[in-house]
């Protein structure tokens, strides 16, 4: 069933049951869409079991980060903190063919890897929930208005537990803000990036929900519950964003042979390669 207006109920869990052009319909005109139960428990407790063992090691290694000011972290398939069997189940898993089945609804044409994101609550009870888009830390607000017409990266959403989810502006993908958006989202006229929104959309996740939504849109994150979300990101090739990869998130040639479906690695070893 399609909820309102971009939510798909897919117990089955079979990417052979989805409906490609109603999810690409729905991320054109909205800018995001939900599957329900898209992973089954095992599926989820494996990831899971990789994900926190990179996240306790993370947060030993940035404990005073973590308690301070962090919210996130990322290049979680990198060398670092994981195994190469580990980082090879998590290359399987963003690679896999029901992900692949939703990448493909969205970039029709030839997707590549980016990079991928843990986000948790923050110990600090002073940080708060904030909206934004995500181009707003690499460009100002006259290049902004630009860049949201341009190709976008697409975040894919994977709690690792139930969470209260995002708060998510429908269509600000290809709009820009209004005024209220914008005097929020920049703190601008007394307003704070933590303020509700009207225009704001509560989409609630439990684990097994894929939610795919454009990293340019207005949105943020909810803190509460037992917040984890394994977020990949993906672009289309054409796009100028292959600087932003970092190598070591990146299989090496042994790891690839291990990769059931690799392309989506391979297209991003193939543009870097080019640069």
């Known amino acids: 069933m399609v909820d309102n207006p971009s939510q798909v109920n897919n117990s089955a869990a079979n990417s052979s049951q989805l409906n490609s052009s109603q999810l690409n319909s729905d991320y054109q005109e909205q800018g995001y869409f939900v599957i329900r139960a898209y992973f089954n428990?095992?599926?989820?407790?494996?990831?899971?079991?990789?994900?926190?063992?990179?996240?306790?090691?993370w947060q030993q290694d940035n404990a005073e980060f973590y308690k301070?000011?962090?919210?996130?972290?990322?290049l979680i398939t990198g060398s670092q903190y994981l195994g190469t069997d580990d980082r090879v189940k998590l290359f399987n898993f963003i690679s896999s063919k029901k992900?692949?089945?939703?990448?493909?609804?969205?970039?029709?044409?030839?997707?590549?890897?980016?990079?991928?994101?843990?986000?948790?609550?923050p110990i600090n009870p002073e940080l708060k929930?904030?909206?934004?888009?995500?181009?707003?830390?690499d460009h100002d607000v006259d290049v902004q208005k630009i860049v949201i017409h341009e190709t976008q990266v697409l975040h894919l959403r994977v709690p690792l537990?139930?969470?209260?989810?995002?708060?998510?502006?429908?269509?600000?993908?290809?709009?820009?803000?209004?005024?209220?958006?914008?005097?929020?989202?920049?703190?601008?006229?007394?307003?704070?990036?933590?303020?509700?929104?009207?225009t704001g959309k509560q989409i609630k996740l439990a684990a097994g929900d894929l939610l795919v939504f454009s990293a340019?849109?207005?949105?943020?994150?909810?803190?509460?519950?037992?917040?984890?979300?394994?977020d990949i990101l993906v672009f289309d090739t054409t796009g100028d964003f292959a600087d932003y990869v970092d190598d070591d998130c990146l299989p090496d040639s042994s790891m690839l042979d291990k990769i059931e479906y690799p392309r989506l690695f391979i297209n991003t070893l193939e543009l870097k390669s080019q640069a």
């Open 161 to 198: 537990f139930d969470e209260l989810g995002m708060e998510l502006v429908p269509g600000t993908h290809k709009r820009w803000d209004s005024e209220e958006e914008f005097n929020v989202r920049q703190e601008e006229q007394g307003r704070l990036s933590n303020e509700s929104l009207s």
């Open 216 to 230: 340019d849109m207005i949105h943020r994150g909810l803190y509460g519950m037992d917040r984890l979300a394994l």
């Open 68 to 74: 301070e000011i962090a919210f996130n972290s990322s």
């Open 41 to 57: 428990a095992a599926e989820i407790a494996a990831l899971r079991e990789v994900v926190l063992k990179f996240h306790q090691l």
């Open 99 to 121: 992900m692949m089945a939703v990448v493909d609804s969205v970039i029709t044409d030839k997707a590549a890897f980016m990079n991928t994101q843990l986000f948790f609550n």
């Open 129 to 137: 929930d904030f909206w934004h888009r995500d181009c707003q830390y």
